[in-house]
């Protein structure tokens, strides 16, 4: 057996086993997973396709118009309803595996043409005591699975029932999602090493004169360069004022001497997001102000790295950042007052305005609550997140002027172990004295 056909066989065992466990889980009943729709851009031209996470999670298929339905029970059953084999179409659009194929490669107990899901979709309702799917994700998708539902329901005097009850889907496959397995983590340290060489090569491209977009390039290019099909989001290349602006993506300024840019920038593997921020200055070499404000950002993402290990309360790496960086709002002058003033009044929030982190995995903002019963959910390992404070300084009559549109922010993404953190994304360079040799020696 090739690798190829190793990895393919291994892959398609991880994913019926995620299967297996969310059939489970349900008990009884049958669950309907679509993949997302092919989206029109302009008039007959469509954006590049990218399947639903759910859908992917569980089948690891990566073609339009197909849906998963799993039937729970005694003996739980997967089936996949996928295009068939076409030789016109796949000579304009490329290959289709069919059903036959794709039941083979990917692990299905049975497959069916995606034409036939209407008709199948009735039988396969009958007598089934529940229906999970994900209501109100879709309005097209919950009208036609209400037409199926109510294509059951007309056969009651023939002594068939209809599902009485609906759960929500997501919520079982938000459990499974937060914890990362082993080929998940294999994946998204593969995108995190991706990711860093694109910054890195992005602070060697920085110069004055240069504008945002050319960076941008950069990272877009080093991104496909070393295999990931997409940027995770659309990448942010923030200099000067512009890193004062949270979700900044013009991109499209000129960056001048002096400024620092701030990039927000991670590629997706295989359907994983990678999520990296680092801020540095366009002419190499750190302002005496930058430095100071840097270093404020970098000591508060150490302290909130130092509560990120299992057993921790979601929101305590939050809490530690947030109290390092009003210490130091409070000594640089840009606040007034004690800090447990600070701390109760949120007055930090000028400068400091969002969460310290978000779980990340197949999306960037990825599955998973915060809280569970009113309670910060504890930390285990497996999951993964990120952690990126930051300090956005406008001008302001009451702000010291040395430190007026100095943006910075500074996010990696961090693996909890039963021994604390793994930081996938250490190959980034992250100190003022490493980034100004890389940036040096460009």
Same mark, same amino acid.
């Given at each position: ?9 291994? &892959? ?11 059939? =489970?889980? #349900? +008990?009884?009943?049958?669950? !309907? ?35 998963? =339905?799993?039937? &729970?029970?005694?003996?739980?059953? /997967? $089936? ?10 796949? $000579?304009?659009?490329? %290959? ?14 049975? *497959?069916?043409? $995606? ?5 199948? #979709? ?14 109100? *994700? ?11 539902? @109510? ?13 009485? /009850? ?29 990711? &860093? !060489? ?29 295999? *990931? ?13 512009? &890193? ?6 013009? @991109? ?25 921020? +680092?801020? %540095?200055?366009?002419?190499? +070499? ?15 993402? /150490? ?128 100190? $003022? *004295? ?9």
């Amino acid at each position: 057996m090739n690798d190829s056909v190793a990895a393919t066989k291994a &892959a398609a065992s991880v994913h019926a086993d995620r299967r297996l466990r969310l059939a =489970v889980s #349900m +008990r009884e009943g049958v669950a !309907i997973v679509p993949t997302a729709p092919e989206r029109v851009r302009n008039r007959d031209a469509h954006y590049p396709f990218r399947f639903d996470s759910y859908f992917h999670y569980l089948t690891g298929f990566t073609e339009p118009e197909s849906v998963l =339905v799993l039937v &729970a029970g005694d003996a739980p059953r /997967s $089936i996949l309803f996928c295009r068939e084999k076409n030789e016109e179409r796949e $000579i304009w659009d490329g %290959f289709r595996h069919g059903p036959d194929a794709a039941r083979a490669k990917f692990g299905f107990d049975e *497959a069916y043409p $995606i034409a036939l899901l209407d008709a199948k #979709m009735p039988e396969l309702l009958s007598n089934q005591p529940m229906l999970h799917y994900a209501p109100g *994700a879709d309005a097209a998708w919950d009208a036609r699975i209400m037409g199926w539902m @109510n294509a059951v329901r007309e056969k009651v005097r023939l002594g068939i029932s209809a599902p009485a /009850s609906i759960g929500d889907l997501r919520v079982p496959l938000d459990e499974m999602r937060l914890v990362k397995d082993s080929a998940e983590l294999a994946t998204m340290r593969r995108a995190a090493g991706i990711s &860093a !060489i694109a910054h890195r090569r992005a602070m060697q491209a920085a110069r004055p004169g240069r504008y945002e977009y050319e960076v941008e390039a950069e990272l877009l290019y080093a991104f496909r360069r070393h295999g *990931a099909q997409f940027p995770a989001y659309t990448s942010i290349v923030a200099s000067g004022a512009n &890193a004062c602006v949270l979700h900044y993506v013009g @991109n499209d300024a000129p960056m001048a001497d002096g400024d620092l840019l701030l990039i927000d920038a991670g590629c997706e593997l295989d359907g994983y997001a990678s999520d990296i921020t +680092r801020t %540095f200055p366009v002419n190499g +070499r750190f302002t005496g102000p930058q430095r100071t404000l840097y270093e404020l950002v970098l000591a508060a993402q /150490s302290a909130a790295m130092a509560e990120t290990c299992a057993g921790k309360g979601w929101n305590e790496p939050h809490d530690a950042a947030v109290r390092v960086l009003a210490q130091g709002m409070l000594d640089l002058g840009l606040l007034a007052g004690s800090l447990d003033e600070v701390l109760e009044k949120e007055t930090y929030r000028r400068y400091y305005m969002h969460r310290t982190g978000h779980w990340l995995g197949l999306d960037v903002h990825d599955a998973g609550d915060y809280k569970l019963a009113g309670q910060w959910r504890p930390l285990v390992p497996g999951m993964v997140l990120t952690v990126e404070p930051g300090i956005y300084v406008r001008p302001g009559e009451d702000v010291p002027q040395q430190y007026w549109n100095i943006g910075i922010r500074i996010e990696d993404d961090v693996l909890v172990t039963s021994a604390g953190c793994e930081v996938l994304t250490h190959e980034t360079p992250k100190s $003022i *004295a490493d980034i100004e040799a890389l940036m040096r020696d460009a």
